[in-house]
């Protein structure tokens, strides 16, 4: 097992979620952190103190790694078995609340007359409102899924927390650029969410590229990038289709 490479993955989640908790100080402030003198869902108020919870578990679990504390390190993950299936619990409340609040701005549009939609209409358009949620959603339940059934394969189990990672990224990324144009460039109309995705792309393409070089398993790589692709290639060309208006359908 080289200690070489988890130690790069151990220090690439490290910073990443340091960089996380710090960027998300700007990315949530229009939308939570400077509304908390409002009344909110208190849902939104669990979902934001699991996330910070999470972000810090990584922070030391991947601190640990980078120590050497593997023993230590092993202990603390299994507090992941309690928190996760909560984080997802929270996270599948917010898409519903993400969903409820982009069919009521899509209908008050329509009854001002900014939109010329109506009925099915406006349904087909709140159901790609949450592509983008439940494409972080879906990553986050999958990697950290495949990191903790390959737990006793290390550099496996670094690569799948790396991209479990990365599915935060957007979330964060997305929203801190987006207020920060509207700001300083309030008619700039720009997809920033492909910003994170090529990040995702390009970090795991290199990925892919040093285990190949080393003779290194290149699997979880190659699954984690084909995922990443897959996702986007849906997000991109999927959302009028039949099969993601049925199956987004069947929740809401």
């Not at 939109?115 to 949450?130: M, P, W």
């Not at 189990?157 to 509207?182: C, E, I, K, N, W």
């Not at 290639?233 to 993601?244: H, K, N, P, T, V």
Request: net charge positive.
């Amino acid at each position: 097992m080289p200690k070489a490479a988890l130690k790069f993955y151990a220090n690439a989640v490290f910073f990443g979620a340091l960089l996380l908790a710090v960027l998300s100080l700007h990315a949530f402030y229009p939308t939570y952190l400077g509304l908390l003198g409002k009344p909110l869902p208190w849902m939104m108020h669990l979902h934001a103190v699991l996330m910070a919870a999470w972000l810090g578990l990584l922070v030391l679990q991947s601190g640990l790694i980078r120590r050497g504390n593997v023993s230590l390190h092993r202990t603390t993950g299994r507090l992941s078995y309690a928190l996760v299936p909560l984080l997802l619990l929270t996270a599948v409340a917010m898409i519903a609340y993400s969903y409820e609040r982009g069919l009521g701005e899509l209908r008050e549009a329509a009854e001002a007359g900014r939109l010329s939609l109506s009925g099915e209409a406006l349904l087909h358009e709140a159901r790609k409102y949450v592509a983008l949620p439940v494409y972080y959603f879906v990553g986050f339940a999958l990697f950290y899924s495949l990191a903790m059934l390959n737990r006793r394969r290390p550099l496996a189990h670094a690569q799948f927390m790396l991209a479990t990672m990365l599915m935060l990224t957007g979330p964060v990324l997305d929203r801190s650029l987006y207020f920060t144009a509207s700001v300083a460039m309030p008619e700039l109309r720009f997809p920033f969410e492909w910003v994170a995705f090529i990040l995702a792309d390009c970090v795991f393409a290199a990925v892919l590229v040093l285990n190949l070089r080393r003779g290194a398993s290149w699997q979880p790589a190659a699954f984690c990038l084909a995922c990443f692709l897959a996702g986007q290639s849906i997000y991109r060309f999927g959302l009028d289709s039949r099969a993601w208006q049925s199956t987004v359908g069947l929740f809401f």
